[in-house]
């Protein structure tokens, strides 16, 4: 049953009451102060019920142990322990007294369980709304979109290392059935592992022994998957049918990659613990050219608040930008944008007649030279959208550097946890920085 502490002072003569004065500046200050928390109270307590079970830990502390979570880059456990003794991280919870409950770490496990998608978005609007009543009128509703790759908590994906994980998993698997009394004999350990030791050793590798080595592992992970199957038809074994869809799917697409020889495949998997991960292309130059995590795209209304468009496993077209950034500008204001602004990316020309036909001031880099009869805005409008476009990069790279967004440990369900709640913190402390009423 959904729970809120109350946070109103408790008695007159309440001698544990919370009388140390805390820097104003302080960041967790400063955001709490621009929150709606009556807002985000209601809309994570419709997950609750309201009359049965057991009452949950109180939801306001909850919350606000989330945003915490990237402004101080603690983990669940540092964090839990922190709020025994920080004055600014107890009146951020909405705590008065100093004695009060303390929440396990598994508990914000439990609490982000609770989240789904559509309560992220409910989260995300409510604070947006509440957010752009402190940006001028007149850019309130001028969107500059983009997009990024969030990545996921894995090691650089190499075919060898993933096919060896994926017979050290099943070896692990047939090892267990032995153990219950069940005869099994297990072919191929000491080939493997010398094989594994020879290719460690030896620091340059030619395409032809790499290739060979792969194949050698598919062959020798085919023939371990086939006696698994077996065994558990045989035995009933408790073995998770999804970890052997997942790994018969690596077998099959690092065999279809030799016979054909290519490096990618459609839907390819690059870490057995995380399969839902996909290679991200980046469109920079320098540094990696592809990045292992969730494709987001994002629109920084004003040139203050960023919010999030969509987020998606696959590498989808950077041209779908421009219509998601205007179906979550609706979704969440009730109106269209007055302007989108983006780089070439963005650019088809369905984009630009989209945007003339619902009277949307074009920003779009065109591709090349702008064509003769192309409807285009003012001249000083082109330049200043074509200063401001940049703006966007510099907030995903606050976001991942500063509110820890540059790896997401969580797992694949609670990935959209973190980054919602880390915009949410940066978009706080944007407006705070602005000041005013």
């Not at 951020?92 to 309560?119: I, M, Q, W």
């Not at 001028?142 to 998993?169: E, H, M, N, V, Y």
């Not at 065994?231 to 999804?242: F, I, P, Q």
């Not at 099959?252 to 870490?271: H, K, P």
Request: hydrophobic share 35%; with cysteine.
């Amino acid at each position: 049953m959904k729970h809120h502490h109350s946070t109103d002072q408790a008695a007159m003569f309440d001698f544990d009451l919370l009388q140390m004065p805390v820097d104003e500046q302080h960041p967790l200050m400063r955001i709490g102060k621009e929150l709606d928390w009556d807002a985000l109270i209601e809309i994570v307590g419709k997950k609750y019920s309201g009359k049965t079970g057991r009452n949950s830990k109180s939801l306001r502390m909850m919350i606000a142990l989330e945003i915490a979570k990237p402004v101080l880059r603690e983990s669940d456990r540092d964090l839990v322990r922190r709020l025994e003794t920080d004055i600014a991280l107890k009146l951020f919870c909405g705590f008065t007294n100093v004695y009060h409950d303390v929440p396990d770490a598994s508990s914000l496990t439990k609490f982000r369980k609770k989240l789904d998608s559509e309560t992220l978005q409910l989260l995300e609007d409510a604070s947006i709304r509440t957010f752009i009543r402190k940006l001028p009128c007149k850019r309130r509703h001028q969107c500059i979109t983009d997009s990024t790759c969030i990545p996921g908590s894995i090691t650089f994906p190499i075919d060898g290392k993933l096919l060896l994980t994926a017979w050290r998993k099943m070896v692990v698997a047939l090892e267990k059935i032995r153990q219950t009394g069940k005869k099994v004999i297990i072919r191929g350990k000491r080939a493997v592992t010398k094989a594994a030791a020879g290719f460690r050793k030896k620091k340059r590798h030619t395409i032809e022994e790499v290739q060979a080595y792969n194949q050698f592992l598919v062959t020798k992970g085919e023939q371990l998957l086939a006696l698994l199957h077996k065994t558990v038809a045989s035995t009933a074994a408790d073995v998770s049918e999804k970890l052997l869809q997942t790994i018969a799917t690596i077998l099959a697409q690092q065999g279809e990659m030799l016979r054909r020889n290519v490096r990618s495949c459609r839907d390819r998997i690059v870490s057995l613990h995380a399969p839902m991960i996909r290679p991200i292309p980046r469109g920079k130059e320098g540094g990696r050219k592809t990045e292992f995590g969730k494709k987001i795209t994002c629109s920084v209304i004003g040139g203050t608040l960023l919010r999030m468009d969509r987020i998606d496993d696959d590498p989808f077209s950077d041209t779908e930008m421009v219509p998601d950034a205007i179906a979550t500008h609706e979704r969440c204001f009730g109106r269209k944008p007055s302007e989108i602004n983006t780089d070439r990316g963005g650019h088809t020309p369905e984009i630009h007649a989209l945007l003339e036909t619902q009277d949307i001031t074009d920003g779009v880099q065109w591709k090349g030279a702008r064509p003769k009869n192309a409807p285009a805005p003012p001249d000083h409008a082109i330049k200043r959208m074509r200063r401001q476009r940049s703006g966007v990069e510099g907030k995903f790279g606050t976001l991942k550097t500063r509110y820890c967004c540059d790896r997401n440990p969580y797992k694949h369900d609670h990935a959209h946890v973190k980054i919602a709640f880390a915009l949410l913190a940066m978009n706080a402390m944007a407006v705070a920085r602005i000041g005013g009423p």
